[in-house]
C-alpha cells in the first residue's frame, strides 16, 4: 500500500509560480515511478508529468511542456512539481499518483495508487 498527501495548492496570479509536493509513505519510495494529474471544473482527469523511480526520465503533457518541472527526492519520499507561468486555464484540482512501475506511464488506468488532491486557482 502507498499514501500520498500533496500539499502547496492555492491561489495565484496568472504568470505566477507554485510548487506542489506530495509526500508517499508505505511501500519503498524507489520502487516505483510517479505521477502528478489535474482535473478542471467540469472536465475529465488529465495526465500532466511522470517521472520514472530514479528521476532520470520525465514526461509531459504538451500544455504545460516548457512550464512544468516535475522532480523527485527519494530520501525525503516526496514528489514535486514546479509551476511556472501560470495561466488562468492551469486551475484544477492537482493529485499525485502512483503506478504499481518504476517506468514513467501517461496513462491514469496504470496508476493504483492516488492523493486526496490540492486546489490551485489561477487569477487573471
Do not use: H
Amino acid at each position: 500500500q502507498v499514501q500520498l498527501v500533496e500539499s502547496g495548492g492555492g491561489l495565484v496570479q496568472a504568470g505566477g509560480s507554485l510548487t506542489l509536493s506530495c509526500a508517499a509513505s508505505g511501500r519503498t519510495f524507489s520502487s516505483y515511478s510517479m505521477g502528478w494529474f489535474r482535473q478542471a471544473p467540469g472536465k475529465e482527469r488529465e495526465f500532466v508529468a511522470a517521472v520514472n523511480w530514479s528521476g532520470s526520465n520525465k514526461y509531459y503533457a504538451d500544455s504545460v511542456k516548457g512550464r512544468f518541472t516535475i522532480s523527485r527526492d527519494n530520501a525525503k519520499n516526496t514528489v514535486y512539481l514546479q509551476r511556472n507561468s501560470l495561466k488562468p486555464e492551469d486551475t484544477a484540482v492537482y493529485y499525485c499518483a502512483a503506478p504499481n512501475t518504476v517506468v514513467v506511464v501517461t496513462t491514469e488506468n496504470f496508476y493504483v495508487y492516488w492523493g486526496q488532491g490540492t486546489q490551485v486557482t489561477v487569477s487573471s
